[in-house]
């Protein structure tokens, strides 16, 4: 039996068509921004069409607020980005909110990866399985760059779960 069509069909179908536009993630495609603030070595926020979108950048984790080399981290992603136009690759949303993203600063490199080579991150072997980005922290830690010089650099995670059994 062929489908008719009825007003019906003819009426629903470019709703069906509006409300899976909707449904499409804004973070499929890559996008311009402009960095108008840093607040941790890996989350900055951004604007983009006149909108803030905040991001954490994809596959690394820079230390905690209080730990060693928090400070370095900050600054040397606020050297890198702030006040500056990205290109933002975003691949999800986490937990709060925010766009899980790789950036891409002017001149064509990865933030994210600049943050592993200069030891001021770790690489995030739960949310990446990027064997390039485990071997610039294998470099960094072997070549003892920033919080690699240390004897037993904690990890944030750690040092989160640390905390909070105080």
Known sequence: MEA????????????????LSFSVPAFAQEFPAH????????????RHERRMVRIRLRGVDCPEKGQ??????????????????????PL???????????????????LN?????EGLAWWDRKHSN????KDLQDVAQAGKRGLW?????????????RKRRR
Do not use: C, H
């Open 4 to 19: 008719q069509n009825t007003p019906m069909n003819i009426t629903i179908f470019p709703l069906v068509l509006i409300v």
């Open 68 to 89: 060693p080399y928090f400070n370095e981290a900050k600054r040397f992603t606020s050297f890198m980005a702030d006040n500056r136009d990205v290109l933002v690759r």
């Open 149 to 161: 010089s240390e004897a037993k650099p904690i990890p944030p995670w750690e040092w989160k779960n």
């Open 130 to 133: 990027d064997q390039a980005m």
């Open 113 to 117: 990866q600049e943050l592993l080579q």
């Open 35 to 46: 960095v108008i603030s840093v607040s941790e070595g890996d989350a900055i926020t951004v």
């Open 92 to 110: 999800g949303k986490d937990a709060r909110g925010r766009t899980i993203a790789d950036v891409i600063l002017p001149g064509g490199k990865s």
